[in-house]
T-cell receptor
Framework: AQSVSQHNHHVILSEAASLELGCNYS??????LFWYVQYPGQHLQLLLK??????LVKGIKGFEAEFIKSKFSFNLRKPSVQWSDTAEYFC?????????????FGRGTSLIVHP | DAGVTQSPTHLIKTRGQQVTLRCSPK?????VSWYQQALGQGPQFIFQ???????QRGNFPDRFSGHQFPNYSSELNVNALLLGDSALYLC??????????FGPGTRLTVT
């Protein structure tokens, strides 16, 4: 069974600071990887995804993530955060081709950005 | 194009009661998945419905059951409610590309 670890549970930054949220997964086969964001009072939204190809994935709102297969990692980055990035961020993984396609979620990272 | 909708938004029930939550998938989607999100945790997979049948199930007791209708909408039923069932219940729909789109959730409080 796959599992996902998000090591940073709470992150507090000032506007314009750089962001990197860690995500590690455990699964030996082909995986699909996702980052979801949950803004206060809103529903989960897909930020970006990796299925195959270029391991550096660009998402919405200036976010990007890099898939490093050897490290089983899919860290989320943004060079300069804004106050509006305050939200809960969830990393998720599902087994790829031939797998269940049911994502397993990490417990989330709460990001607070001070103006 | 309407996204995933869920009803009701909030619900308060008493221990031992039964509850039914509803979900309408995004247009063009035929698969519905249900998740439970406890406070401070990520969503936990309950089950998935496709072609009106339960296709996969997570580690939840039989008190949790569901149904999918011919129009692809779905219901989640929970019997004999426990205090620990208090959570945000999320519905997600997906289509051929398997990407999941989430609804706003139903906040269930069991007292």
């Amino acid at each position: 069974a796959q599992s996902v670890s998000q090591h940073n549970h709470h992150v507090i930054l000032s506007e314009a600071a750089s962001l990197e949220l860690g995500c590690n997964y455990s699964y030996g086969g082909t995986v699909n990887l996702f980052w979801y964001v949950q803004y206060p009072g809103q529903h989960l939204q897909l930020l970006l995804k990796y299925f195959s190809g270029d391991p550096l994935v660009k998402g919405i709102k200036g976010f990007e993530a890099e898939f490093i297969k050897s490290k089983f990692s899919f860290n989320l980055r943004k060079p300069s955060v804004q106050w509006s990035d305050t939200a809960e961020y969830f990393c998720a993984v599902n087994a790829g081709s031939g797998g269940s396609y049911i994502p397993t979620f990490g417990r989330g990272t709460s990001l607070i950005v001070h103006p | 194009d309407a996204g995933v909708t869920q009803s009701p938004t909030h619900l308060i029930k008493t221990r031992g009661q039964q509850v039914t939550l509803r979900c309408s998938p995004k247009s063009g989607h035929d698969t519905v998945s249900w998740y439970q999100q406890a406070l401070g945790q990520g969503p936990q997979f309950i089950f998935q419905y496709y072609e009106e049948e339960e296709r996969q199930r997570g580690n939840f007791p039989d008190r949790f059951s569901g149904h999918q209708f011919p129009n692809y909408s779905s219901e989640l039923n929970v019997n004999a409610l426990l205090l620990g069932d208090s959570a945000l219940y999320l519905c997600a729909s997906s289509g051929p590309r398997r990407e999941q789109y989430f609804g706003p959730g139903t906040r269930l409080t069991v007292t």
